[in-house]
């Protein structure tokens, strides 16, 4: 009883704390997307150019290293339209390619607001790199390509988090920490599984069905799902 007292206590006091900080260079030419003209277009909207300059201008403000990249697909395919790659957010990130401007600058806010403060107060060691699985992938919703809708994934509006690596050392995965003995390492997974609810769209964990035991997949899709 007294191991879920105190894992309680850390999840509530973390949904207090860790909900803070939301309200370029030349480019780089990826190739053209591979279009899937029997998939349905995902449900974000295409991002007006107004849109992307004022993301542009949060990101500087921030302080963020970004590139602007090329728009390529129409709307209803795969495309990458409003698209940058984060370069330098102050935390090392793998894989990221093209995102959504807006995603990208929710991402920068859940790492700086969200994970880092996380884990110095829940682990007592700060984040040194993130690890993900990637942003853009042309693909339908299930992965496979024989959805009826595209992933948010297929428009560059979602990443995926596979892992957090500590400066002493540690390595926290979701996939071996959601249900991990240690209730340090769980409750740090929840409450940065939580935060992120609070800043995307969708965010999708173990608890959402076997295809994301060892992730969390966030999005800024159409209505909120947090599971």
């Not at 509530?12 to 003209?37: M, N, V, Y």
């Not at 979602?158 to 050392?169: H, K, R, S, Y």
């Not at 609810?197 to 994301?212: D, I, Q, V």
Request: aromatic fraction near 8%.
């Amino acid at each position: 009883m007294k191991r879920v007292f105190v894992l309680a206590s850390i999840l509530l006091l973390s949904a207090c704390i860790f909900g803070g900080g939301d309200s370029g260079t030349g480019p780089r030419r990826p190739g053209a997307p591979h279009s899937k003209p029997h998939l349905k277009a995902a449900k974000s909207g295409i991002p007006t150019d107004a849109e992307t300059r004022q993301c542009y201008a949060s990101l500087n403000r921030k302080r963020v290293e970004f590139r602007s990249l090329p728009d390529r697909g129409t709307p209803g395919s795969c495309s990458r339209i409003g698209t940058i790659q984060l370069l330098d957010i102050g935390t090392p990130v793998t894989n990221l390619g093209a995102m959504r401007c807006g995603l990208a600058d929710r991402f920068v806010n859940w790492v700086r607001y969200g994970i880092r403060p996380a884990a110095r107060q829940i682990l007592g060691s700060d984040v040194v790199k993130i690890e993900s699985f990637g942003t853009y992938s042309c693909r339908g919703i299930v992965g496979n390509g024989t959805a009826s809708r595209l992933s948010e994934h297929a428009v560059a509006d979602a990443v995926d988090i596979a892992a957090f690596d500590l400066a002493d050392g540690r390595r926290i995965s979701v996939l071996e920490g959601w249900n991990s003995d240690n209730q340090q390492v769980r409750a740090f997974l929840r409450v940065v599984h939580r935060s992120a609810c609070k800043r995307f769209s969708t965010t999708l964990g173990p608890e959402y069905n076997s295809a994301h035991r060892n992730h969390f997949h966030i999005d800024m899709g159409g209505g909120h799902f947090c599971r």
